[in-house]
């Protein structure tokens, strides 16, 4: 990864939407870069725009006015080909379900993007022990999404976003669904894999300290990304 681009930068995002024959202004001229290897926490209560703001950062929306670059490359405005292999080669994404796949085990949903991508099974599954070992997991390849408990599954699914060596992950409520030491170890991990990978993270939630655990904070209100004070990590 050439540290000398930023993972991801957003300029001028606005977006509208047009709700009972009314303009609702979503985003407002947002801002943001993203280092190589640093944690981005976003605060926002329900409704704020949260997921607005993650759709457009993966090229999913395209925002009225401003543009997205993921290291160095446009998105906003790119063909949907150009998208895709954005996506696909530099990006990853965790969500507040897990979706995995239940009829496959922990290794083979892992394994999956680098399989649907052509590499060879064995490449695909050394790969995937190496990042479940990384998540914790190095006992549980086999085992099916039911047979895992719900912080168990969350860490699949974010050894699964890393399959590819993506520059970002961006992951929505990542622990939304978990009770608070399953969340505590999810949480870990993600930070734990900042480091050692060099990939970097959005972290969009409604959570206030899972937010503040990043190297920088930012809290998304009336369509505003501002500064919402000093992360834990410089604490």
């Known amino acids: ?8 930068v957003a300029k001028g995002v ?6 009972g024959g009314q303009r609702l202004i979503v ?11 640093e944690w981005v926490g976003v605060v926002g209560r329900s409704g704020a725009g949260k997921s607005t703001l993650l759709h457009i950062l993966a090229g999913l ?3 009225d006015e401003g543009s997205v670059e993921v290291m160095g490359q446009t ?14 080669r530099r990006m990853g994404f965790v969500y507040q379900l897990h979706h995995l796949l239940p009829e496959f ?10 399989l649907l991508g052509g590499a060879r099974f064995a490449q695909a599954a050394a790969r995937g022990g190496e990042l479940l070992a990384a998540v914790g997991l190095a006992e549980r390849l086999e085992h099916r999404p039911h ?15 890393l399959a590819t060596e993506p520059a970002i992950v961006l992951a929505d409520e990542p622990t939304g669904n978990l009770d608070r030491e ?23 939630t409604h959570d206030a300290d899972l937010a503040a655990r990043g190297d920088k904070t930012f809290a998304l209100l009336d369509g505003v990304l501002s500064t919402a004070g000093k992360s834990t990590r410089d604490r």
């Open 1 to 8: 990864m050439n540290s000398g681009v930023a993972a991801l």
């Open 147 to 161: 047979q895992l408990s719900g912080g168990e599954r969350q860490r699949v699914a974010v050894a699964r976003a």
């Open 27 to 37: 985003l407002r001229g947002i801002d943001l870069s993203v280092s190589p290897a």
């Open 75 to 88: 998105l906003t405005g790119a063909s949907p080909a150009l998208r895709a292999r954005i996506r696909n």
């Open 61 to 63: 929306t395209d925002p």
């Open 14 to 19: 606005s977006k509208t939407f047009a709700q």
């Open 105 to 114: 085990s922990a290794l083979e949903n892992v394994a999956m993007p680098l």
């Open 182 to 204: 399953s969340a505590e170890g999810v949480v870990a991990v993600m930070s734990d894999l900042v480091r050692t990978t060099g990939t970097s993270f959005i972290v969009v």
